[in-house]
């Protein structure tokens, strides 16, 4: 995803009212972020894109995935390491992908 198409997914994020936008599908977060792995997530809001990803892809994260997408990882579970970043992060109101 280019520079361009960011900056229109943050406009969108924004006009839908949400702080932040949660991408849990692996096509959705290739997409998103140039990673090919499994076990990651993306995040964008207005701070950028972060791409969240397991220990055991970490390395392949940071050859791969373009300098713009900050890259984290999942140390102690996913739901920690979300709750860990708090509410200067996430914000107040957190879009999900839809599920099937």
């Given at each position: 995803?280019?520079?361009?198409e960011?900056?229109?997914?943050?406009?969108?994020?924004?006009?839908?009212?949400?702080?932040?936008?949660?991408?849990?599908?692996?096509?959705?977060?290739?997409?998103?972020?140039?990673?090919i792995?499994?076990?990651?997530?993306?995040?964008?809001n207005?701070?950028?894109?972060?791409?969240?990803?397991?220990?055991?892809?970490?390395?392949?994260?940071?050859?791969?995935?373009?300098?713009?997408?900050?890259?984290?990882?999942?140390?102690?579970?996913?739901?920690?390491?979300?709750?860990?970043?708090?509410?200067?992060?996430?914000?107040k109101r957190?879009?999900?992908?839809?599920m099937?």
């Open positions: 995803m280019n520079v361009f960011i900056e229109l997914l943050k406009k969108k994020i924004a006009e839908s009212n949400l702080d932040t936008f949660l991408i849990t599908k692996s096509p959705n977060t290739r997409y998103v972020t140039g990673f792995g499994e076990s990651a997530y993306a995040v964008v207005r701070i950028g894109v972060t791409l969240f990803v397991n220990s055991l892809y970490i390395e392949h994260a940071r050859a791969t995935v373009p300098p713009t997408v900050d890259i984290r990882e999942i140390q102690d579970g996913i739901f920690e390491t979300f709750a860990a970043l708090g509410e200067s992060f996430w914000g957190i879009g999900l992908e839809a099937p």
